[in-house]
Nanobody
Framework: VQLQASGGGLVQAGGSLRLSCAAS????????MGWFRQAPGKEREFVTA????????YYVDFVKGRFTISRDNAKNTVYLQMNSLKPEDTAVYYC?????????????????WGQGTLVTVSS
């Protein structure tokens, strides 16, 4: 599976962005998908994840109510809608795929990673 993240950019605080992660391959619908982010000088951290069917979603506390993950298995794409963005959301955002249901916040349980897309939130 190859993952291609896109949609990052520069936005003012309070604004919105939608990230996309397009996957190659015919088995996308069997993968759990996650989004992680890495801010400058910090470790990569979990943001959100979605089960293979889309029926279950998981969020880290600091994005609950602001970010929404979704997927379209027909388009082999997972999305991250980010609203009410804050300067502290500035980071490179990575999508990841897991062949088996992972402990969602553990990066090492994901098998494939996209290249990342930069989100910059100005104050």
């Amino acid at each position: 599976v190859q993952l291609q993240a896109s949609g990052g950019g520069l936005v003012q605080a309070g604004g919105s962005l939608r990230l996309s992660c397009a996957a190659s391959g015919r088995t996308f619908s069997s993968y759990a998908m996650g989004w992680f982010r890495q801010a400058p000088g910090k470790e990569r951290e979990f943001v959100t994840a979605i089960s293979w069917s889309g029926s279950s979603t998981y969020y880290v506390d600091f994005v609950k109510g602001r970010f929404t993950i979704s997927r379209d298995n027909a388009k082999n794409t997972v999305y991250l809608q980010m609203n009410s963005l804050k300067p502290e959301d500035t980071a490179v955002y990575y999508c990841a795929a897991a062949r088996q249901a992972p402990v969602y916040y553990r990066a090492y349980e994901y098998d494939y990673w996209g290249q990342g897309t930069l989100v910059t939130v100005s104050s």
